[in-house]
């Protein structure tokens, strides 16, 4: 829901109820006599409101201060000051530090008044609308981004193992869905596409390194029984065993590879479980409990043969639960 109110500040109720009836018929009205109450009904309803209207001068604090915590708390609201010819300096310097959109200079023209506050609604709707679409646009750019991390999983995972790596990465990636893997941020504030990918490249080097470190370790074991004891082993105070069943208390070792800032590179332990996967991947039974994800091994058998499109459906599957 779009923000459609707003909140006019002032320190003398016939203030209020002026601009109320003047105000009303073009969109609700909030009120509030002093930058606390102000304050108070930011934290509210803060969603709700498109405008912040405040008076400069009111006892106790005056209105740019209201106008400074709604710019750090609510950034996209389109904040106005009203003062006295008096004190046009204060509006100026507020203008320049980006605290307002205008200012509306006492006593009010009626005409203006109505003019600056359609004008303020209009621009709230524009932003909205501007955020909307970044919003969606950022929302592609992730979901790109976490498609990348899958396949080049499945590159290193192949270049890096003597294995059968797709039984291991479909398990993998069934896992990371069922403990609800997210989408990848991606700060464009602080780094572009072509650093982006050099993160990204250095992500699927270490990964690579990391697996071929851990193949002796898990291509060594024999029995069920071993496997999940190094799985454990491997993890240490994250997952539980039970039994012939394996508990992960977390869904951090499940999920970070997809879901991990470009800029931080994987540790070791963090890619165990992959690893693991890549050797009882094909025998592994998943299923989540209110404990947590849990794995369990079968003994023989021979497993099902993967569909060629396979990597393409799992894409789809947990590109679509980590928008959901």
Not at 39 to 56: F, M, P, T
Not at 73 to 87: K, N
Not at 154 to 176: I, S, T
Not at 247 to 275: I, K, M
Request: hydrophobic content about 45%; proline content about 6%.
């Amino acid at each position: 829901m779009r923000p459609d109110k707003i909140l006019y500040v002032d320190d003398e109720p016939m203030a209020l109820k002026y601009f109320e009836r003047l105000i009303s018929p073009m969109a609700p009205v909030l009120t509030a006599l002093s930058v606390e109450e102000g304050k108070a009904v930011l934290q509210a309803r803060g969603n709700e409101i498109a405008v912040l209207v405040s008076d400069q001068r009111m006892p106790g604090a005056h209105g740019n201060e209201l106008l400074r915590y709604a710019r750090d708390h609510h950034p996209a609201m389109v904040r106005m000051l009203t003062t006295a010819y008096s004190e046009l300096g204060e509006a100026i310097e507020a203008i320049n530090t980006g605290e307002i959109y205008r200012y509306i200079t006492k006593p009010w023209d009626l005409e203006l008044l109505r003019a600056d506050i359609r004008n303020a609604l209009e621009l709230s709707d524009t932003r909205c609308e501007r955020d909307d679409l970044l919003r969606e646009k950022m929302a592609v750019h992730r979901q790109q981004l976490l498609a990348s991390r899958i396949s080049q999983l499945a590159v290193v995972c192949a270049g890096f193992l003597n294995a059968d790596y797709e039984p291991g990465l479909l398990a993998y990636l069934r896992a990371a869905e069922l403990a609800g893997c997210l989408l990848p941020p991606i700060d464009w504030r602080s780094m572009d596409h072509a650093e982006l990918m050099q993160y990204e490249a250095q992500r699927s080097v270490s990964v690579g390194q990391a697996l071929a470190q851990w193949q002796p370790h898990f291509a060594a074991l024999e029995t069920p029984a071993q496997a999940l004891q190094a799985l454990v082993d491997a993890l240490p105070g994250q997952i539980t065993l039970q039994g012939d069943t394996a508990v992960f208390n977390g869904r951090h070792p499940l999920t970070w590879l997809l879901e991990a800032p470009s800029h931080e590179p994987p540790s070791g332990p963090l890619v165990a479980w992959l690893a693991w996967l890549m050797w009882w991947g094909s025998n592994a039974q998943l299923q989540v409990s209110g404990q947590g994800l849990s794995v369990r091994l079968t003994v023989g058998g021979t497993p099902a043969a993967l569909p060629s499109d396979w990597m393409a459906l799992a894409i789809e599957r947990i590109s679509q639960a980590a928008t959901e």
